[in-house]
């Protein structure tokens, strides 16, 4: 006569929680895969990487030879990047919608929030590989401009680093944020890199704007973050400008998207 061992019903349970529920660490690692997936996501990644270079090529041929340092190299290479990754934190979040996706990902991961986190813990482990991208980029340029009679000084601040860091992330969130607010990949791409502009040229040209531009327009208040040094007053109206451009477009899109019916 055999016996036989009966599972705890909780622990069955929990066993098929656990199945059910992928951690985050793997539906980040999931995000991170569907960044180059898609053919508009790899070539937007590869012109990502050309434009970085090809600003180091331009600097290296007319920037004159006391110029071409660690640092002259690292910033400018930033600039492409702040601009397009941001469209790929879009891509990666109204993708979902557009190519009707949605619903096989909520049935696999029926919390929501779960997914949102995941997409946006991968476009910041995208931000922060980009600024490694753009040491690179600048290392190999001033190693080029120390054969070729340029200054090739190594000398790079933390602080400028560390500054780096913040615009990045901050620009991709952005990104994120207005993709999960207007899903719609066209009009969000449009309002991320068009509203902030508008924003920035009604500042300059009503004068009662100009007070509040200073606050909210990004192009001031990120400026100062590609320095070395950031007083306590510059650090305040960059975080006033995220809360407007980042904070609140990711809040109300989180709670749209949390709320939206798939279908």
Do not use: C
Request: charged share 15%.
């Amino acid at each position: 006569m055999s016996t036989t061992t009966a599972t705890p019903p909780t622990a069955a349970a929990q066993r098929r929680a656990d199945v059910r529920r992928p951690s985050l660490p793997r539906l980040t690692g999931v995000e991170l895969r569907k960044l180059v997936d898609t053919r508009a996501g790899l070539w937007l990644l590869i012109t990502i990487g050309l434009l970085a270079a090809a600003l180091v090529v331009v600097q290296l041929i007319w920037a004159p030879d006391a110029e071409q340092t660690f640092p002259n190299f690292f910033l400018p290479s930033m600039l492409p990047i702040g601009l397009l990754l941001p469209v790929l934190g879009i891509l990666s979040i109204t993708s979902e919608w557009s190519q009707r996706s949605a619903l096989t990902t909520f049935a696999l991961v029926p919390r929501r929030g779960r997914v949102v986190a995941a997409k946006l813990a991968a476009m910041v482990l995208a931000a922060l590989a980009s600024v490694l991208v753009s040491l690179g980029v600048a290392a190999v340029g001033n190693l080029v401009a120390g054969v070729t009679g340029g200054a090739a000084g190594w000398r790079l601040e933390g602080s400028l680093l560390l500054h780096a860091v913040v615009l990045q992330v901050a620009n991709v969130l952005m990104g994120a944020g207005f993709g999960l607010l207007l899903v719609n990949t066209p009009l969000a791409i449009v309002g991320y890199l068009l509203l902030p502009t508008l924003w920035s040229i009604l500042g300059e040209m009503i004068r009662p704007l100009r007070g509040p531009a200073g606050w909210l327009d990004t192009g001031r208040t990120m400026e100062p973050l590609l320095t070395a040094d950031v007083t306590a007053g510059q650090w305040g109206r960059f975080a006033v400008s995220l809360l407007a451009w980042l904070v609140v477009p990711l809040v109300a899109g989180l709670v749209r998207t949390l709320r939206r019916e798939v279908s």
